[in-house]
């Protein structure tokens, strides 16, 4: 788990402890304009953050050289504060960046999409 915000990583982690998965969730804080990490990850979750994002489409970058061939990465953001048309432009740098949609994801109040790596 990647967040900013340590009162996030805090919870991921009590949660985590309550439920015996402490051993597989790790927790790291990250800077505005930087993840920080250098591993590799099969699924990265970035929900209702990507439209807080100092630069979306280095963000996307890095994301995509962390995720393994085939990797997925699972885009969602609010409706109330990312149009359409926003949405699109991230989908748009998303390709760029090397990652490829696979399907969209209706949600309640959301704009989603499953990218994948390429493999």
Do not use: W
């Amino acid at each position: 788990m990647v967040s900013m915000q340590e009162e996030m990583l805090r919870l991921v982690r009590q949660r985590a402890e309550k439920d015996h998965l402490a051993a597989r969730i790790h927790t790291h804080q990250c800077s505005a304009d930087s993840i920080g990490l250098n591993v590799r990850a099969d699924l990265v979750l970035a929900f209702y953050m990507l439209h807080e994002v100092p630069d979306p489409a280095a963000f996307l970058e890095r994301v995509n050289a962390i995720l393994g061939p085939g990797g997925r990465m699972l885009l969602i953001e609010p409706k109330g504060h990312v149009s359409a048309v926003e949405f699109e432009r991230s989908v748009a740098r998303a390709r760029a960046a090397g990652l490829h949609p696979v399907s969209e994801r209706r949600l309640l109040l959301s704009r989603g999409v499953l990218l994948q790596a390429q493999v």
